[in-house]
């Protein structure tokens, strides 16, 4: 089963879904288009759910998997399982501390926009 992740946050029917959550199954399909054609959602196999471990993912499988996600909480974790691994790979802990750079990075400019425009 594939897995819908918001790219931004989503206020619909009284609930607030948070960028990155997974909303496949919670959204009517209706939403679902009209969120596609806005870009404002990301098709992502559950596999992407899953963290790198070891040598069982190259380094070219969790550089795709993590540009599929904004989800830094995720990206976190995996880049706590490959610190700890048996055989941790360099490239792969720098590039998903610059991936999780990037996203707060992005976040906060995002943040400092919402606040600029609520001082208006």
């Known amino acids: 089963m594939n897995r819908l992740i918001l790219n931004r ?63 830094v909480e995720l990206l976190a974790e995996w880049l706590r399982k490959e610190r700890e691994s048996e055989n941790p790979r360099a490239s792969a802990i720098r590039f998903l501390e610059e991936r999780i750079a990037e996203l707060e990075k992005s976040q906060s400019l995002g943040n400092s926009d919402d606040e600029a425009d609520d001082e208006l």
């Open 9 to 71: 946050p989503l206020n619909y029917g009284g609930r607030l879904y948070q960028s990155g959550e997974n909303v496949a199954g919670q959204l009517p399909p209706d939403m679902i288009d009209l969120l596609r054609k806005n870009g404002a959602i990301t098709a992502a196999s559950d596999h992407a759910a899953e963290p790198p471990s070891g040598e069982s993912m190259t380094i070219a499988q969790l550089k795709k998997l993590a540009a599929e996600t904004e989800d």
